[in-house]
């Protein structure tokens, strides 16, 4: 790289000198452990049981990411996974689930369809009360009749919805879904997931990161206290189910074959995220973005838009979340607003792009299915071990068996991505496949 080169590139570093390319030996390694981790899974638990096993895993490393990218190339630390990944499953529902003609063959969604129109009118309405101060109307009398008619308009449309969700509920159960193939509920899920990642971008991104972190695990169980209370929309405690697949189900060709499909059709899925996701990090896109994670006042002196890249890695990151929960909740064949637990849908996502290496999208894969493993494993295991000790403690102590083994072993699964967590962030807090940052000389 030449000095001007280096002069207009604020991405780079020393470190770029000594990035040549070499041989992935610790790729291999990992990648080479992992996959003999997948076979012993395979040979103790079974075909069908591992095969799912690797699609949730496969989902996950969708969500991870989405994490990555706003973490590791932006320092953006979204602790509202949760409520992105419900997005998705909801619109993987709502898309895909058949047409209720007990909602649709009355009047309900003419009804429905006019609180609508008043919803967007009050819209306006506030909207242009919000801009009285154009028209020569001092500020503080514009903020005051905004903000009354806001909460006037609120209240009115807010009934209105009111009566017609309880007409719906009590004639149609819910109002059902479009019937449309699930991929089109994946890619609006993701669309509606971006969206909404750019209306807390707009608010949120100028917060420092520990707030950003409290915005957005805020917005999240907004999102899923919204789901979970609209039975209306989404049956709430009740679920829906099954949801239909975009491959053939067990029903056709048995849970193994049918697993193993879909595993299929969720990896070339996951190849074209990575492929263009590695080709925007190489570019002097993705190189600007490092750039204003490292530095940001040298990358708003030479002239970048920092809020707009912000914001735009913010949503990219919102719709890979929304795209992998619609994969997610469509394999699963269910959508429960209650199964999107910050534990697994944030934490453990956390924990599989620190496992990783934040940035390394190859080292964020691994991180997925690595994590999602144990996760899995480490109550089968711990079931195993506590069988033993049991046994021996029975023949040698005349120890009585606990009856409640099974939930034990369930905790056990916390105690292991604990220790995993620890054990990495002391041994090697870049993650097991750091970021590489190539030369472009």
Request: hydrophobic share 55%.
């Amino acid at each position: 790289m030449s000095n001007s080169e280096k002069t207009r590139n604020p991405a780079y570093t020393p470190q770029d000198a000594t990035s040549a390319r070499r041989f992935p030996l610790r790729e291999l390694i990992l990648f080479g452990v992992l996959l003999v981790a997948v076979l012993a899974v395979y040979a103790i638990m079974g075909a069908a049981y591992s095969t799912r096993m690797l699609v949730e895993a496969a989902c996950y490393a969708i969500l991870a990411l989405g994490l990555t990218i706003q973490w590791g190339y932006a320092g953006q630390f979204n602790a509202g996974v949760m409520g992105f990944v419900a997005l998705g499953g909801f619109c993987a529902m709502f898309f895909s689930v058949p047409v209720n003609d007990a909602f649709w063959g009355t009047a309900l969604p003419g009804e429905f369809g006019r609180v609508l129109l008043y919803g967007a009118a009050a819209i306006v309405l506030i909207v242009g009360a919000s801009k009285l101060d154009r028209l020569g109307v001092p500020k503080p009398l514009r903020t005051f009749i905004a903000v009354v008619l806001g909460v006037v308009l609120y209240l009115v449309v807010i009934s209105q919805l009111r009566e017609v969700t309880d007409a719906i509920e009590s004639q149609a159960g819910f109002v059902g879904g479009l019937g449309l193939p699930p991929w089109i509920g994946w890619i609006v899920g993701g669309a509606l997931a971006g969206g909404v990642g750019y209306f807390i971008g707009h608010i949120c991104l100028g917060l420092r990161s520990d707030y950003l972190a409290i915005a957005t695990l805020g917005i999240a169980e907004i999102i899923k206290a919204f789901l979970k209370n609209s039975d209306w929309l989404t049956r709430g405690t009740a679920t829906v189910s099954p949801l239909p697949w975009p491959t053939p189900g067990p029903a056709e060709l048995g849970f193994t074959l049918s697993r193993a499909i879909y595993l299929s059709f969720t990896a070339v899925i996951i190849a074209v995220i990575f492929f263009l996701l590695n080709r925007a990090y190489n570019a002097p896109w993705g190189r600007m973005i490092r750039a204003i994670r490292d530095n940001e006042v040298s990358a708003a002196a030479m002239g970048k838009d920092i809020n707009k890249r912000r914001l735009e890695i913010f949503v990219l990151g919102c719709i890979l979340m929304g795209l992998g929960g619609g994969i997610l909740g469509t394999f699963n064949s269910l959508f429960d607003p209650q199964g999107y637990l910050p534990l697994n849908h944030t934490f453990l996502v956390l924990v599989m792009v620190i496992l990783g290496g934040p940035g390394n999208n190859l080292g964020t894969i691994f991180g997925a299915v690595a994590v999602y493993i144990i996760w899995i494993m480490s109550e089968p295991l711990a079931l195993f071990l506590m069988q033993l000790a049991v046994a021996f403690g029975e023949d040698a102590f005349g120890w009585d068996a606990p009856g409640n083994m099974d939930s034990r072993a369930l905790q056990a699964r916390v105690l292991v991505i604990g220790l995993l967590i620890t054990m990495v962030l002391r041994f090697a807090p870049k993650g097991l496949l750091p970021e590489k940052i190539k030369s472009h000389s």
